[in-house]
């Protein structure tokens, strides 16, 4: 595996700086990191292992003699940069959705989809948070008994929406008596016509709403449309409800799965998901215990609990499926897709 010199894009946003630990925790083979932002932040010192390293504002020259550049500073600073960072030569593994349905960009987690690493066209994009958590645990249950239909609720954590929203769901918690007349400018999204308050209230709309008058919002439409990419399964029907809950980190999920396989039980996916990479089963109401997303936050895996059979549709399971967002759903995705990169060369 040779040195690589590395870029952050959106280096001090709530997913590059957990791109940067990971890149460190993991000895990820950089000789170089470079640390990008906007021209607010040019200057900033961030001290990260035994280094200080400071920002600087993101141009097309940036890129110049980068290897592999981690754009996690939104859909439209990734659509104006990545282009200039290939045409220098970098890879670009892309956190935003700017180009995940694109039909030439593998779309991947590394535990379901590696192959698609083998062609790309200078960019890779890292899935949906909520997507790859949910794929990543349900993989190895589609690989051994097939799954025709999922239907998933999720329970998401503000920090998948930047740094501004944690501040945001800080503010208004401290404000108990006033909490519906609590200052909201963040969510449901920034550019969101109207806002809501996050603490004590769960939010229905995560990103804008799709203007055909669907009515699904774009997350929900996100999961829908990278879960079949990332599975090669078109036919594969999915559906998904995406809240926003007052929660800091770690994203939760209620999935529903129907099975193409008659017979199966509890104990069946208990045994599948004991041996999948990165997944933790946490099952047992006995003990209360199930997953939480206090209790992922600053973990690296999938944590899977509350697996019941459905009691009218025999090849129906329900599961609740935790992680961290910021990891797994992001940051250590991306740094995992880059070692697979550089496995390959
Ligand atoms: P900055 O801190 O300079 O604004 P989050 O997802 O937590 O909101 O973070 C967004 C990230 O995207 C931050 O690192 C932010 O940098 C970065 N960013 C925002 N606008 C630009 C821009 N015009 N060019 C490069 N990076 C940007």
Redesign the pocket.
């Known amino acids: 595996m040779k040195n690589v010199n590395v870029a952050i894009?959106?280096?001090?946003?709530?997913?590059?700086t957990k791109i940067l630990e990971k890149l460190l925790e993991r000895n990820f083979p950089a000789q170089s990191i470079k640390l990008?932002?906007?021209?607010?932040?040019a200057g900033l010192e961030i001290k990260a292992g035994n280094q200080t390293y400071t920002?600087e504002?993101?141009t097309p020259e940036s890129f110049e003699g980068v290897d592999i550049a981690f754009f996690?500073?939104?859909g439209s600073?990734s659509e104006k940069f990545a282009p200039e960072a290939v045409q220098r030569g970098a890879v670009v593994i892309d956190n935003t959705s700017a180009f995940r349905m694109n039909e030439d960009i593998p779309l991947v987690v590394p535990e379901v989809n590696p192959s698609a690493l083998q062609n790309h066209p200078g960019i890779i994009a890292n899935p949906n948070c909520s997507t790859i958590q949910m794929v990543a645990a349900l993989q190895p249950i589609k690989e051994k008994y097939g799954i025709n239909r999922i239907i998933v609720s999720t329970y998401q954590a503000v920090s998948g929406a930047?740094?501004?929203a944690i501040d945001e769901l800080e503010a208004q918690s401290g404000h108990f008596e006033q909490r519906a007349e609590n200052v909201a400018e963040i969510l449901p999204s920034a550019s969101a016509e109207r806002h809501y308050p996050i603490a004590f209230n769960a939010i229905p709309q995560i990103d804008a709403f799709h203007p055909s008058g669907s009515g699904y919002t774009l997350e929900e439409l996100k999961m829908m449309n990278e879960t079949k990419k990332i599975f090669g399964d078109q036919n594969l029907s999915v559906t998904a409800t995406c809240v926003r809950l007052p929660v800091v980190t770690g994203h939760s999920e209620s999935v529903y799965i129907q099975l193409n396989a008659d017979n199966v039980t509890v104990e069946d996916l208990k045994e599948v998901l004991k041996n999948a990479p990165g997944v933790v089963l946490q099952d047992d109401p006995s003990t209360q215990t199930y997953p939480m997303p206090l209790f992922a936050e600053g973990k690296d895996e999938i944590f899977v609990g509350r697996i019941r059979k459905d009691r009218e549709e025999a090849t129906g399971f329900h599961l609740w499926i935790v992680s961290d967002n910021l990891l797994k759903g992001a940051a250590l995705n991306s740094v995992q897709i880059g070692e697979k990169l550089l496995e390959e060369q």
Request: charge should be neutral.
């Open positions: 894009v959106g280096a001090t946003g709530a997913v590059g990008l932002a906007s021209k607010r932040s920002v504002e993101t996690s500073a939104g600073i930047g740094s501004e």
